[in-house]
């Protein structure tokens, strides 16, 4: 499988980082410590996404962008990961048309989340999430298992969601909380255990969604 995203970052266990993390959601990654080094191989190759640090030797981020622009190269979507926190170098990014901007130190889930919202947005045909015979369509808000319709309360369908687009990552209770009820939900951790059992007995996923000890739960499945 080629490479599909190009981290462009100089600190290498920040980019180890980055790759382990894309790495789990199934996705190739290259790495490249260098802004030169970026610019070339992407004027050769093609990618569906570039992490751009700002901060970059040879060829800072914006300078990498303002070089491809002048060079009429087409630039992939890119998600800028930087320890500035200028609003003005923030600007500057999105202005030359990054699609989202992190600031370091970032928690992997973030970016992972992130990064799989940059990519649905630029491949339609890939919208809805599969895995283990389940089907995930989030316009349509359809959930299938082997081409059988299977309902779910709307709780539910976001436990899914979050499970099915993190997956093989360990999520903690309060981050599959936050996603299936929001912020400002007042009740306690242990309604997402009843609601987790629901899931796994709807879709026969009783050893699929795993529970990690004193954290919460990890969707095992392949990409």
Sequence with gaps: MPPDILIA???????????MTLRVSGHATVICQDGTEAFEKLKRERYDLLILDVMLPGM???ELMEALRAAGVAAPPVLFLTARIDVKDRVR???????????????????????????????KEDAGLRALGVELNPDSREVLKDGQPVELTPQEFEL??????????????????QAAWGYDYMGGTRTVDMHVQRLRAKLGWEEAIKTVYKLGYRLEAPR
Excluded: C, W
């Design 9 to 19: 970052e100089d600190d290498r266990a920040i980019a180890e980082l980055v790759e």
């Design 60 to 62: 800072d981020g914006f």
């Design 93 to 123: 990014g999105l202005r030359l048309g990054a699609e989202d901007y992190m600031l370091k130190p970032f928690h992997p889930v973030e970016l992972q989340a992130r990064a799989e919202g940059i990519l649905r947005r630029h491949r």
């Design 160 to 177: 899914l969601r979050m499970l099915l687009t993190h997956r093989n990552m360990a999520l903690s209770r309060e981050q599959l909380l």
